[in-house]
């Protein structure tokens, strides 16, 4: 006898339909479950035979072989339990084969026979829609995030009993305690304002300037500069996200288990600031079998910040070159390959020193040069040159006053990414810093005066012609804040200043 019906494996956020065979043979007893399981999902029939009974069900004395195909495809993790039981009771007879071959099954088995909610449902039910398998039974806890998908009709279900009983089992279902979600949910409370912020008008500027253009940015100075207020404040410059955008990263943050449902699509732009003792894996991602995506995905769309950016070890600094370049993060283990987005904007913070008090009248700096050398070594060439923005923060000052609010300054950045939305109207490029140099030269008419001033600095050894496209991006996004079609040559000697932190204009 042979029970069917569908499931989801997720391969980063790629969900892709899994047919669930269950094949019941007159023979000696056993379960076999074939498909290229991993670990947790081949000890799914412990689980799935408990449940069973535990529901008041009779575990077929039968040779078990469940099927899950396709079979070269590698899946992991413990949401396939439901699916595994209900195609089994399908081919015993205990449920409706027919209803059962017409729903997608989703979700973790208790051993009392209740339904835990799992990750990356989101990504999954949408990958079902997409299929045409539209009809999904989710755990109640998993509910509400199902039910954000269009076109998706869901099944919430607290038991096993309660899916057997709906596709046709003679079962009484009991009245239990729902299993709750339990996740560690990413903040999404409202961002601090930028009128907190006394004095430093040039960090401020710069801090306009690459949310305008979606710029990397480092900031270096003594402590208690402004440092880390500044970066906090960032998100809250950013436009919301898009349609596509807020499912993408909605989609990230269902599979790293740190989205909250109840507050619906993530519609702002994410803020993740890892601690400096953060591991390569917790950045870009990691773990047993089929990795999870780690900080730097989890800022899709949104800031990185790396408060005390020596402080970290360069093999988590080196990490971050592929996704600066290329805006995705490819992870490959041995249990399989994900592809997870990461375009985030990069904000580093750093002192001048390890004791911070290189820089400023009045400030003893204790530090052995080659102290210095080292500390601010860890940041290297090749990290740097991606940085479209490199700042000098000075001391505050008790007299700093206060600035423009988030408001004012956010209703000016909006209208210059509104600008570059209308340039790169019909390519794959949304801001300033994802176009290509080659473009923005194009754009120039071959006016080689606009940027003699880079040519220059190349020719000195302070810029690499990378950094020189990147000089030039952030010209065009000054000339976009002051409403204009184009840069002007004093934009492009601003933005010299803004990426050297004064030192080679």
Request: with cysteine.
């Amino acid at each position: 006898m042979l029970g069917r019906t569908r499931a989801v494996a997720l391969v980063g956020l790629v969900g892709h339909p899994v047919d669930v065979e269950s094949h019941l043979a007159p023979s000696l007893p056993g379960f076999t479950l074939v498909g290229l399981p991993d670990a947790s999902l081949a000890e799914a029939r412990d689980r799935v035979r408990a449940a069973v009974t535990s529901s008041g069900l009779a575990w077929p004395t039968r040779r078990i072989t469940v099927n899950l195909s396709p079979a070269t495809l590698p899946k992991t993790g413990s949401s396939f339990d439901l699916a595994v039981a209900i195609a089994t009771l399908a081919g015993a007879g205990l449920a409706d084969a027919a209803s059962v071959a017409d729903w997608v099954h989703l979700g973790e088995l208790g051993l009392d026979g209740r339904l835990r909610p799992v990750r990356g449902v989101l990504p999954c039910v949408a990958a079902a829609v997409a299929a045409g398998h539209p009809r999904v039974v989710v755990p109640r806890g998993n509910a509400v995030e199902a039910s954000l998908v269009p076109g998706a009709q869901v099944l919430a279900a607290d038991t096993l009993a309660q899916v057997a009983a709906y596709h046709g089992a003679d079962i009484e279902v009991p009245d239990v305690e729902p299993v709750h979600d339990v996740r560690t949910v990413t903040s999404r409370g409202p961002a601090p304002d930028l009128a907190d912020v006394l004095g430093q008008e040039d960090a401020r500027h710069g801090l306009e300037v690459a949310a305008a253009g979606g710029h990397h940015l480092l900031m270096v100075g003594p402590p208690g500069a402004g440092k880390t207020m500044l970066a906090a404040r960032l998100p809250g410059l950013l436009p919301d996200l898009c349609e596509a955008d807020a499912v993408e990263v909605t989609a990230v943050h269902s599979v790293a288990g740190t989205f909250d449902p109840v507050q619906g699509l993530v519609r702002r732009p994410p803020f993740e600031d890892p601690h400096h003792t953060a591991t390569p894996a917790s950045i870009v991602g990691g773990g047993s079998g089929t990795p999870r995506p780690g900080a730097a995905s989890r800022a899709h769309r949104g800031v990185l910040f790396l408060d005390e950016a020596p402080e970290f070890a360069s093999g988590v600094l080196q990490t971050l070159r592929q996704p600066l370049e290329h805006g995705e993060l490819v992870l490959h283990r041995a249990g399989g390959a994900a592809r997870y987005p990461a375009r985030f904007q990069l904000v580093l913070a750093a002192n001048p020193c390890p004791c911070g008090n290189a820089v400023g009248k009045g400030l003893t700096c204790t530090c052995r040069p080659e102290q210095r050398r080292r500390y601010f070594g860890k940041l290297s060439g090749p990290l740097l040159d991606r940085v479209d923005l490199q700042l000098e923060v000075p001391a505050a000052r008790p007299a700093g006053v206060a600035g423009e609010g988030t408001a004012a300054v956010a209703a000016r950045v909006a209208a210059a990414r509104a600008a570059q939305l209308a340039r790169w109207r019909g390519t794959t490029w949304r801001t300033n810093a994802e176009v290509p140099g080659r473009e923005l030269q194009a754009r120039l008419r071959a006016d080689r005066r606009l940027v003699a001033d880079l040519d220059r600095a190349v020719d000195r050894g302070t810029l690499s012609l990378r950094g020189a496209d990147r000089v030039l991006r952030v010209a065009w996004t000054l000339a976009d804040l002051e409403g204009r079609d184009g840069p002007r040559r004093t934009d492009v000697a601003h933005a010299l200043v803004l990426r050297t932190r004064g030192h080679g204009a």
